[in-house]
């Protein structure tokens, strides 16, 4: 079956531009995660959804970036106001949910801000 | 919040050689730990994964061992072929949801 789905694969914009990054789990899946993961680092968690409840947004570094989930399923990870050090790729992973611990990948979005 | 630390950095192994990989984690609670494989261009890939009511866990050419009172936890392969060359990160999470990552292991397997 279809795996985890990003759009767009690569993105260049320009310092000081909004950016939308999209995300398509799994079908079925209830939990989906946003990470970054800069040049020869490892994954730094963002953002985390679970069904209907509250999201986590503890791991957000600014107020420049919001994530939302429509309908349970698609989400968008937006950053307002780019800037250089925002440049990094930016992963989202989906979980079936319950005890079912793995966390399911996409190929990532590349973002780099000029 | 937990802290992971990953060493080493980078490493060579001849094909056929064992590869070894050590993670440390701080937050005492955490009681699951998943190794991702990240191949290039893709995202990461669970391979194997062990909770803290296990002190091993082997699957095939790979297997990973923990500590518990030392709060380390190591991933092995054995037999390397020039297909285990990656990416490999370890995690740590106490509460299933939210993993902690290392900063990441690249392996290349010389031939």
């Known amino acids: 079956g279809a795996g985890v789905s990003q759009s767009p694969s690569n993105k260049v914009t320009e310092k000081g531009k909004d950016v939308e990054l999209r995300c398509d789990p799994i079908?079925?899946?209830?939990?989906l995660y946003w990470y970054r993961q800069s040049l020869g680092q490892g994954l730094e968690f963002l953002i985390y959804?679970?069904?209907?409840?509250?999201?986590?947004k503890s791991g957000l570094p600014s107020d420049r970036f919001s994530a939302e989930r429509t309908g349970g399923s698609v989400s968008t990870l937006t950053i307002q106001r780019t800037q250089q050090e925002d440049s990094a790729v930016y992963l989202c992973?989906?979980?079936?949910?319950?005890?079912?611990?793995?966390?399911?990948f996409g190929p990532g979005t590349r973002l780099t801000v000029l | 919040g937990e802290n992971v630390e990953q060493h080493p950095s980078t490493l060579s192994v001849q094909e056929g050689d064992s590869a070894v990989i050590k993670c440390t984690y701080s937050?005492?609670?955490?009681?699951?730990f998943p190794w991702y494989k990240q191949e290039l261009g893709k995202g990461p890939q669970l391979i194997i994964d062990?909770?803290?009511?296990?002190g091993e866990k082997k699957d095939q050419r790979i297997a990973v061992t923990l500590n518990k009172t030392a709060k380390h936890f190591s991933l092995h392969i054995t037999e390397t072929q020039p297909e285990d060359s990656a990416v490999y990160f370890c995690?740590?999470?106490?509460?299933?949801?939210?993993?902690?990552f290392g900063a990441g292991t690249t392996v290349t397997v010389r031939a």
């Open positions: 079908s079925g899946h209830t939990a």
């Open positions: 992973a989906s979980r079936i949910g319950g005890t079912d611990n793995e966390q399911f």
């Open positions: 959804f679970q069904g209907n409840s509250a999201p986590d």
């Open positions: 062990i909770r803290s009511n296990v």
């Open positions: 937050d005492s609670a955490s009681n699951y």
């Open positions: 995690a740590a999470s106490r509460n299933d949801y939210k993993l902690s």
